[in-house]
């Protein structure tokens, strides 16, 4: 059997049934990755030597008749804040080149390699995740795989990318203020940011504690509910992980939408949307039938304050790396780290109380609704380099900009699938993803409304042309 990329479900059930032998699946994705990589710069590291007994396993295990468990055979990478056992965990910096090899995997790639799936390597991404745009000037930026001279997103640009560039099936990344599902929007691809706390941080390199969430992105929206049901785990061992039970979401993927209550968000997500944007979230809900819109709390304060907790947090975690290494940091970031360094205690303090307040008007919005959408990025991919963009007749700094419509999202907590559309129709050249929003814990309810649009044809990754 052959034809790479097959679809990650696909992909898993040939290699479990025989068709296709784990080593054949790898042996196709490091060709790929050797291909494709000197000009899309999606990895800082390949772990080709693991990933080859990993894979040699799982064809061991299919030999000797076992049953294999869901993602067999299937390859992935992680975001390079992940531990790997024996690699430096260099989360996007030229400071942790000096840190020793982590000893042990993180709880997340553990989980995954339980899942069998088969880790191919470490993905590039900004400097200790603070950027939306993996313009990394230690390891290079990673490239657009639609167009490479522009931006693949970020802070988890190289997690996109080398799905959309279809070096991997899978791959995962973090998300704090929109890293996930912005190069989700920007590349073409799926992306689920989970419900704050629930899934394990253990052996992820943090940025800010009180907002840093992890997840997966993938080739398919049945990739996303195998990795991310794979990937649930009640680690008492992690504080920050509260989730008390594995709430599996496969089962309910083809349930559609039919008495669930989707609305679209009004008001500051459309007034920070381009018209390509705003397109793509009228393509989904003319899709999922939503007509009514809905006007997001506080959107605007809760960016403001998701800024300052971000600052605040950040800058603290990095004291000693400013203090003795400034130099060696990262150019597009290192003042804004020294800037929350020297921000006031106080206003993160007032930030967090504002923040209870803020994640209780969200929640009351879904007594009212299942499901809300909205775009996932003002705009389309931006050139690498860009400094300003206009949104609306509004000029605005590009960089942080790319984030305007995820930050409010995250800062609640809720669960998020970014789902990829391609508003310019299939002669288009960008695809611009779209944010369905959940209640937290209700994973299950946006990653069904995400598999009526892939059913329909409505989102969908695009085969590149690298």
């Known amino acids: 059997m052959s034809g790479f990329p097959l679809r990650t479900d696909v992909l898993a059930h040939a290699i479990a049934a025989g068709q296709l032998s784990a080593a054949e699946a790898l042996a196709q994705s490091i060709a790929r990755i050797e291909a494709t990589d000197d000009r899309v710069n999606a990895f800082t590291a390949r772990t080709f030597e693991r990933a080859r007994r990993e894979a040699a396993d799982i064809d061991a295990r299919r030999a000797r008749g076992e049953t294999l468990p869901p993602l067999a055979g299937v390859p992935y990478a992680v975001k390079n804040l992940f531990d790997i056992e024996g690699e430096v965990t260099l989360a ?27 880790l191919v390597g470490a993905l590039n991404m900004d400097e200790y995740a ?147 944007a705003r397109a793509a979230v009228q393509a989904v809900a003319r899709a999922l039938g939503a007509r009514d819109e809905v006007l997001w709390p506080n959107a605007a304060e809760a960016r403001a304050a998701a800024f ?38 106080a206003w993160t303090t007032r930030a967090q109380r504002f923040r209870r307040v803020y994640r209780d008007q969200v929640n009351a919005l879904f007594k009212d609704w299942d499901v809300l959408l909205a775009p996932a990025t003002p705009f389309a991919a931006p050139v690498l380099g860009t400094e300003w963009v206009e949104i609306n007749g509004e000029r605005l700094p590009c960089r942080p900009s790319v984030g305007l419509l995820t930050q409010p999202v995250s800062f609640a907590g809720c669960p998020v699938v970014a789902a990829p559309l391609w508003p310019g129709g299939e002669a288009g050249p960008l695809p611009i993803g779209v944010q ?3 209640a937290p814990w209700r994973e299950d309810l946006a990653l069904r409304a995400a598999h009526v649009l892939q059913a329909a044809g409505v989102a969908r990754l695009k085969e590149t042309t690298l």
């Open 130 to 276: 603070y950027g939306f745009t993996t313009e990394n000037s230690h390891h290079g930026p990673t490239r657009n795989p639609h167009d490479l001279t522009r931006s693949a997103g970020g802070s988890s640009g190289g997690s996109g990318a080398a799905v959309a560039a279809a070096q991997v099936n899978l791959s995962l990344g973090s998300d704090t203020n929109g890293s996930i599902r912005v190069p989700s929007s920007l590349c073409g691809v799926w992306g689920l940011k989970p419900t704050f706390g629930r899934l394990s941080r253990r052996g992820s390199y943090p940025f800010v504690h009180s907002i840093d969430h992890l997840g997966p992105f993938a080739d398919s929206v049945e990739g996303l509910a195998l990795s991310y049901d794979a990937l649930q785990y009640p680690d008492t061992q992690d504080p920050g992980c509260h989730a008390r039970a594995v709430q599996a979401v496969l089962p309910s993927l083809t349930h559609g939408v039919a008495g669930l209550r989707i609305g679209v968000l009004g008001g500051y997500f459309e007034e920070w949307a381009t018209a390509p």
């Open 436 to 438: 369905i929003i959940a």
């Open 92 to 118: 996007g910096s030229k400071i942790n080149r000096d840190d020793p090899p982590a000893r042990t995997d993180a709880v997340l790639v553990q989980r995954m390699r339980a899942a069998g799936a088969v």
């Open 308 to 345: 300052i907790v971000t600052a605040g947090e950040g800058g603290s975690l990095h004291l000693n790396h400013l203090r003795q290494r400034a130099d060696d940091a990262e150019p597009l970031s290192v003042d804004r780290f020294i800037a929350g360094a020297l921000q006031p205690a």
